[in-house]
C-alpha cells in the first residue's frame, strides 16, 4: 500500500480527485484511530463523535488542492493538524455558546511531572501551541504529530528527519513548556 499511497498523492497533486478519495479511504482507520485518541481525552459528554471529526477533516483536506504532499506521514501530519483545527473551532463555537468556558482536554498524552494528566481548555492548548511554534516550530511540530497525530516517537522522528533521541529530548522539553504555559488552567 505505501507504493498506491505515494502514487495516489501525486495524482491528487495533479488534480486527481477519485486518487484524493481512494487515499483518505486507505488512511480513513487511522484517521479514526487519531480522532479516537483525540476524543479519548476529552471530558465526558463531549458534544462532538470521532466520525463527525474525520469527516469534517475529510472535507478539509478536500480543500488543501495545492498542497504538496510527500508522503504519507507529511499527509497524517495534515490531517491531525485539521483534527487540531477542527477540535478548536467546535470548542471555540461551544464557547461562544455557553458562558463558563468551552470544550476540555484531558493531556494523557502530556504527562505532568507529578504523574497526574491536566484538564486543558483546548482553545488555550491551541493558542499554547502557537505560541510555542513561534518559539519552536521543530518542537510545536513534535507536540502536533505525537499528541494530535498519535505517532510514536520513531514514527516521529522518521517524519522530520531526525534521530529517536533527539525527537525524545525535544519531546519532553515541549510537554515542560507547554504545561507552564498552561498552568492556570489547571
Known sequence: MHGDFTTWLAAWRQGDLSARDR??????????AIAQRQLGGERA???LQATALVNEAYLRLGGLDRIEWQDRVHFVHMAARV?????VDHA?????????GGERVSLTGLELADGSDGDIDVAALDGA????????????????????????????????????????RHWQVARAWLFEALADQR
Open 23 to 32: 487515499l483518505v479511504d486507505a488512511v480513513y482507520p487511522e484517521l479514526r
Open 45 to 47: 459528554g463531549h458534544t
Open 83 to 87: 483534527m487540531r483545527e477542527v477540535l
Open 92 to 100: 471555540r463555537r461551544r464557547a461562544a455558546h455557553k458562558r463558563d
Open 129 to 168: 501551541l502557537a505560541a510555542l511554534e513561534r518559539i519552536d516550530a521543530d518542537k510545536a511540530r513534535i507536540v502536533e504529530l505525537r499528541y494530535f497525530g498519535g505517532l510514536t516517537i520513531e514514527e516521529t522522528a522518521e517524519a522530520l528527519g531526525s534521530s529517536p533521541a533527539t525527537v525524545k
